[in-house]
């Protein structure tokens, strides 16, 4: 059975104290490009949406600017820096900064740390296997050190001492929404936001627990930036989740991943109706992760 996991809005979540040390950056605006400037604008809007937790390599992708690791990271320097669109991350920087296909790779470095076995390096056997290429391999190490998850001694890669608080929230979970029609990707906060935002009874259930108070359980151990945008206070400008975005009049795709196996999982709502879920074998987990 697959399992694909959840967070957001009926899990648990932190913002890592790292997410509070990087707020202090200050990078001019001026330092980006016209296309770079354009990434900050939709993922500014973006992230006022409650249920959207876009990366930036998605927006990067909307605005037809090819990904690079160097724009990618020039990117987040100024988002960290500028308190009203880091006042909008309701997650820690990971979840932005990273590639969908980096969390994975995350994800099996985390595998490897926690059997105490080594962990392998970007040339090694294991990830030329893998079937990713080498330069996404090495970038998706140096960002990971760059955030702070892994460093880098003596010329090898090995995990950090705080590693452990990277695990906390969404973690290296993804979730990603396309909308074909918009030609639109991005990530939401967990598996039952999919069917938030593409199924009204669903939404509509969702809106009354919340209302009634029914997520306060859940809801322990949520950032607070999430908590308050839930609850719509304190938003830094994000909308009333009842204004969320709903997808319920066209075809949705979910794009996730197995939280055991790293296998790849697929659901598919078209005008609200459930029509593909592939593995057929596929479960979400509330509250898993």
């Known amino acids: 059975m697959e399992r694909l996991c959840s967070g957001g809005l009926t899990s648990v979540a932190h913002v890592l104290n790292t997410f509070e040390s990087m707020e202090g950056l200050k990078m001019e605006a001026s330092a980006l490009t016209a296309e770079e400037t354009r990434v900050v604008e939709i993922l500014r809007e973006d992230w006022r949406d409650v249920s959207r937790c876009t990366a930036i390599y998605q927006a990067m992708e909307r ?11 020039r990117i987040a320097e100024f988002l960290m820096g500028d308190a009203t669109v880091s006042g909008l991350m309701r997650w820690s920087p990971s979840s932005y900064v990273l590639t969908n296909d980096e969390k994975l790779i995350a994800r099996r470095v985390v595998r490897s740390w926690r059997r105490g076995t080594p962990i392998s390096q970007p040339g090694d056997a294991e990830w030329r296997q893998s079937g990713t290429e ?10 990971l050190s760059w955030l702070g998850f892994m460093r880098e001694s003596g010329g090898r890669y ?5 590693a452990e608080s990277f695990l906390r929230g969404v973690g290296f979970y993804f979730h990603e929404v396309v909308l074909p029609e918009r030609g ?5 906060n967990c598996a039952p936001d999919f069917f938030f935002m593409t199924n009204r009874p669903a939404r509509e259930r969702m809106l009354e627990s919340v209302a009634e108070g029914a997520f306060s359980a859940a809801a322990e151990g949520m950032s607070e930036k999430m908590l308050d945008a839930i609850r719509g206070v304190n938003t830094s400008g994000a909308r009333a989740l009842q204004d969320a975005g709903f997808y319920g009049d066209e075809r949705a795709i979910l794009n996730d991943a197995c939280g055991w196996s790293d296998e790849p999982i697929r659901v598919v709502m078209d005008h609200g109706e459930l029509v ?3 593995p057929d074998t596929a479960r979400y987990l509330l509250g898993g992760g």
């Open 134 to 143: 080498a330069e996404q391999i090495e970038d998706g190490f140096k960002v």
């Open 276 to 278: 593909e879920v592939t």
């Open 184 to 188: 639109e990707r991005f990530n939401t």
């Open 63 to 73: 605005v037809g600017l090819p990904f690079s690791h160097a724009s990618r990271l």
């Open 158 to 162: 090995e995990v950090a001492e705080d």
